[in-house]
């Protein structure tokens, strides 16, 4: 920034089933007039200060999500948003989304209703409840394919199915170490591997998009869920929440497995054995995830950013580099 006067951003923290959310409701870049992909190239070139500002050390930390709100393109939509976390912008956010709507209930600009919110992937509609649970249907999603093969170092032949769920996932079941809070390490070491073969095979996402999340899946601790996860994101952080984006991977890939039905409930527990209900619904030849969890607002700030600061817009972590050989 060029400045010599310090700025200040507003924002309110919330966390999804564990997973945090920093909305920046003021002080951010105004990406009116501009297209989603002009509103992307912006923030990665001239607006890259205010993620790394939010998101990075000494204000954030790994696991932290941030949003910035812009106006929506397409019509009736309450917001537009753009997501992004410790190493670039995201695709889409499930548990951001669910955290936007809790912060713009926490705000009184929503209420008990639907509420569509324009993202760069499309528009996804936020459902909040009587009770303060929120629902989001995702974007269309589906299974590319199954059954991909890797030869993972340190752990052999490693299966799983790569899906769209907003966001690109290679599923994993039944591979790797158990999927416990005990095993954080050795988890983040294994997805971290299998992301690195992946990279190293040249498989990627559709139109050349990298495989930037790996969810490896277990047996539940109790029946309040199906499924338990484990979810390695972009930056090497693993997610708290049971990972909306990555459920509604799973959810497209076990629908077209013929492992579930259209309407039938899925509880996907987190790491930290916090749950998200899931279910399909087709809209023609389309799979929409619908997703259900909660969230909590636990704070308003003002982020300060001082010019004489050498870490004024944080410390910035390069995104990690996985070679892709196309």
Not at 143 to 154: C, N
Not at 174 to 188: K, R, W
Request: charged letters at 25%; proline letters at 4%; hydrophobic letters at 35%.
């Amino acid at each position: 920034m060029s400045t010599t006067a310090n700025r200040t951003l507003k924002v309110i923290d919330s966390h999804t089933e564990g997973e945090p959310t920093r909305i920046v409701i003021e002080g951010g870049p105004d990406l009116s007039g501009m297209s989603w992909d002009e509103r992307v190239k912006f923030m990665e070139h001239e607006g890259d200060w205010i993620r790394s500002a939010t998101c990075n050390e000494p204000r954030g930390h790994e696991a932290m999500v941030g949003a910035v709100l812009c106006d929506p393109i397409a019509e009736d939509c309450v917001t537009g948003v753009l997501f992004f976390n410790n190493v670039g912008l995201l695709n889409m956010c499930i548990h951001a989304t669910i955290g936007l709507a809790q912060t713009l209930v926490h705000q009184g600009k929503i209420g008990v209703g639907r509420h569509r919110i324009d993202t760069r992937v499309g528009v996804v509609t936020a459902e909040v409840h009587k009770d303060g649970r929120i629902t989001v249907e995702n974007v269309p999603s589906y299974r590319k394919e199954a059954g991909v093969s890797l030869e993972v170092e340190g752990f052999g032949e490693v299966v799983g199915d790569i899906s769209w769920g907003g966001n690109w996932f290679f599923l994993i079941d039944g591979y790797g170490p158990e999927v416990s809070f005990s095993n954080l390490d050795e988890l983040t070491h294994f997805c971290w591997e299998v992301r690195k073969e992946l990279g190293n095979r040249g498989i990627t996402g559709d139109k050349g998009m990298e495989i930037d999340h790996v969810e490896t899946f277990g047996p539940p601790e109790s029946n309040a869920a199906d499924s338990k996860n484990f979810v390695l994101c972009p930056g090497k952080a693993y997610d708290r929440s049971p990972c909306g984006t990555g459920t509604s991977a799973k959810l497209a890939a076990l629908y077209q497995a013929g492992k579930l039905r259209e309407g039938e409930v899925w509880r996907q527990a987190s790491i930290l054995n916090t749950v998200f209900e899931g279910r399909v619904e087709l809209r023609g030849e389309d799979i929409i995830p619908i997703v259900t969890g909660r969230a909590w607002v636990n704070g308003e700030s003002t982020l300060i950013l001082d010019p004489s600061d050498p870490f004024c817009e944080g410390i910035r972590f390069k995104k990690p580099h996985i070679e892709t050989e196309l």
